[in-house]
């Protein structure tokens, strides 16, 4: 159980283009979904809380306009680069966290992950 | 500010040589330590939780433990199929229920 599946795994796009990433959660609801960035030999770096039905929750330092985050239901959040430029290459990752689970049984289920998007900006 | 330190970044082994990873913590109140593995190009896999100093958890070859200010990491008689980078992080009380996570250790196990 606690499938995350993110789409694409991969995209090479030319600068200037908007890509749009998928994080899905298959066998459970989330209220909540996590999105972070990740380079080369380092830390998984938050970008953005995900709220079903409200606005994201941007880390310090992300630009909103530049990350537009879509929370529209309980299993799907998507995550898109608007106006890729080369210096937004990295490695995207989602998670999400068991809503239901955490109500029955703890508020600290562990964050579930999807296997990225490698994002390769020309 | 809360931050997680790991360490070694690296280590190597020869295949069936134990050894133990490090993962040290400031938060303010642990909520939860997570250990999660991650092979390369993909996203972390959830190994452990532990939320309190003296909690031991245990999966196959690999025992997580905690104190107040660090988590180790055993690995005993390690196989070259647990080759992977192990992620520590912690969730504070004043986190929205973010993880903070360390850099890594990249463990490699010859045979």
């Known amino acids: 159980g606690a499938v995350v599946s993110q789409h694409p795994s991969w995209v090479i796009c030319k600068s200037g283009t908007s890509v749009k990433i998928e994080c899905r959660s298959l066998d459970f609801q989330a209220t909540t979904m996590f999105w972070y960035r990740q380079f080369p030999k380092q830390s998984l770096m938050l970008m953005a809380t995900s709220n079903e039905g409200s606005k994201a929750t941007y880390e310090q330092g992300v630009e909103k306009d530049k990350f537009l985050i879509n929370h529209a239901s309980l299993t799907l959040s998507t995550l898109t680069v608007t106006s890729a430029h080369p210096e937004d290459s990295s490695f995207y990752i989602c998670?999400?966290?068991?809503?239901?689970?955490?109500?029955?049984?703890?508020?600290?289920?562990?964050?579930?992950f999807g296997d990225g998007t490698r994002l390769s900006i020309l | 500010e809360d931050q997680v330190t790991q360490s070694p970044e690296a280590l190597r082994l020869q295949e069936g040589e134990s050894s133990s990873l490090n993962c040290s913590y400031t938060?303010?109140?642990?909520?939860?330590l997570f250990w999660y593995r991650q092979d390369p190009g993909k996203g972390p896999e959830f190994l452990f939780t532990l939320y309190s100093a003296g909690e031991e958890k245990e999966k196959e070859r690999l025992k997580a433990t905690l104190t107040k200010k660090e988590s180790f990491l055993h690995i005993t008689a390690p196989k070259p199929e647990d080759s992977a980078t192990y992620l520590c992080a912690v969730r504070g009380t004043g986190s929205q229920g973010n993880l903070i996570f360390g850099k890594g250790t990249k463990l490699s196990v010859k045979p």
């Open positions: 998670s999400a966290r068991d809503h239901l689970r955490d109500r029955v049984f703890s508020s600290n289920q562990p964050q579930h």
């Open positions: 938060v303010s109140g642990l909520r939860g």
